[in-house]
Structure formats: C-alpha cells, structure tokens
T-cell receptor, first 112, second 117 residues
Framework: ELKVEQNPLFLSMQEGKNYTIYCNYS?????LYWYRQDPGKSLESLFV?????AVKQEGRLMASLDTKARLSTLHITAAVHDLSATYFC????????????FGEGTQLTVNP | DAGVTQSPTHLIKTRGQHVTLRCSPI?????VSWYQQVLGQGPQFIFQYYEKEERGRGNFPDRFSARQFPNYSSELNVNALLLGDSALYLCASSTILRDRVGGQPQHFGDGTRLSIL
C-alpha cells in the first residue's frame, strides 16, 4: 500500500523567512503533484513533477523530486501572508489508471 | 472555460439515508475521479471512471457506488449513511485515463460538503 507522509504538519513562519516542506512516499512512482487548499475551498494544482531531479518554480515556491530517495520538497522563499494555506503532496502510484494518494497536508500560516 | 462543477454545494442528511452527488467535468475531459476529504485530512480516493467504465476503486465499502454518463458527467451514490461519511466530496477530471507523459494534473471541483446528523 502506497503511503505518503508530509512534515511538518503545521508550520507557522514570519514573513520574509524561508522554509521547506518535505514529502516522503513509500513505493516507486514517477508522478508527484503539489496542491494548495485554502480554507473551505477546493484543491489548486501547483506543480507536477514527473522525473528524477525535476525542479519547478513559480513565484516564491519551488518544488523538487528525488525518485531514488522517494522524496519531494516544496521550498518557500521570503514568505508572504498570501501563501497561508494547506499544502498537499500527492503521488500517483497506479500503472493503469490514475489514483492520487495524498499526504496529510501541511497547514502553513505566515505571520506579518 | 467552465471548471469542474459539483452539485449540491452543501447537503445535510441523517443516518440511514442515501445521497447522490453530481459532477460535471471540464469540457473534453473523459476521466472523472471521486475523493473523500474528512476535515483535517488529505483526500482519499474513492473511484475513477473513464469512458463510462469503472477503472479504479479505493478502500470504501459497497455502500459507495458511482457511474459515468455518455456526456462524461458522473454521480456518486452513498447508501445507509453513517456519521463517519460526513466529509467534503471532491470530484476531479482529466483528459485521459492515465497521465503518461504530459504531466496533466487532475482538476478538482469545489466539492460537496456532506453533513450527517
């Protein structure tokens, strides 16, 4: 059974600081996704990582994937309040269909 | 372009009742998946349908069923509702069965929040 673990689960940080969210998964997969969820809202796709060593950046967020270590990171640079949300990583471990297994989520709060 | 639309947005039921949730995928998307998100947790996969056929089922009891129509819209049915079925039910659509090379993420609707009293 595929397991996905994120840490930390809760993150409170000050504006302007940097931090990294970690996502570990238990079985071989070459498809990892990062989503953002605001309170009471649905999931917004942030990044799709398909291969070992993949790195993608959008604004203050940068995601990377190490398939050998079964690890993805989401790095936040110079955080701003608008980044406050819950961030999920999800792994697609299926070989025929598509089935996302999500981590527990990291609730990020950026304080002024 | 319209995104994934789900109805209703909120629903209150009592234990033992049944419920039908509806989802219309993005135009051109043939795959619809359903996820259950309990408060404070990540979404859990329930079903995937593609071209009107079930292509994947998560670890949910037989009280949960779904179907996909010729226009690719989908319904999720839950019978004999339990308190533990209270959750946000998310529908996601994508163009293909499996994202092999394009890195196409699934697009999620706003969900139906189901409360069981």
């Amino acid at each position: 059974e595929l397991k996905v673990e994120q840490n930390p689960l809760f993150l409170s940080m000050q504006e302007g600081k940097n931090y990294t969210i970690y996502c570990n998964y238990s079985t071989t997969s070459d498809r990892l996704y990062w989503y953002r969820q605001d309170p009471g809202k649905s999931l917004e796709s942030l990044f799709v990582l398909l291969s070992n060593g993949a790195v993608k950046q959008e604004g203050r967020l940068m995601a990377s994937l190490d398939t050998k270590a079964r690890l993805s990171t989401l790095h936040i640079t110079a955080a701003v309040h608008d980044l406050s949300a819950t961030y999920f990583c999800a792994v697609d471990g299926e070989t025929s269909g598509s089935r996302l297994t999500f981590g527990e989520g990291t609730q990020l709060t950026v304080n002024p | 372009d319209a995104g994934v639309t789900q109805s209703p947005t909120h629903l209150i039921k009592t234990r033992g009742q049944h419920v039908t949730l509806r989802c219309s995928p993005i135009s051109g998307h043939k795959s619809v998946s359903w996820y259950q998100q309990v408060l404070g947790q990540g979404p859990q996969f329930i079903f995937q349908y593609y071209e009107k056929e079930e292509r994947g089922r998560g670890n949910f009891p037989d009280r949960f069923s779904a179907r996909q129509f010729p226009n690719y819209s989908s319904e999720l049915n839950v019978n004999a509702l339990l308190l533990g079925d209270s959750a946000l039910y998310l529908c996601a659509s994508s163009t293909i069965l499996r994202d092999r090379v394009g890195g196409q993420p699934q697009h999620f609707g706003d969900g139906t929040r189901l409360s069981i009293l």
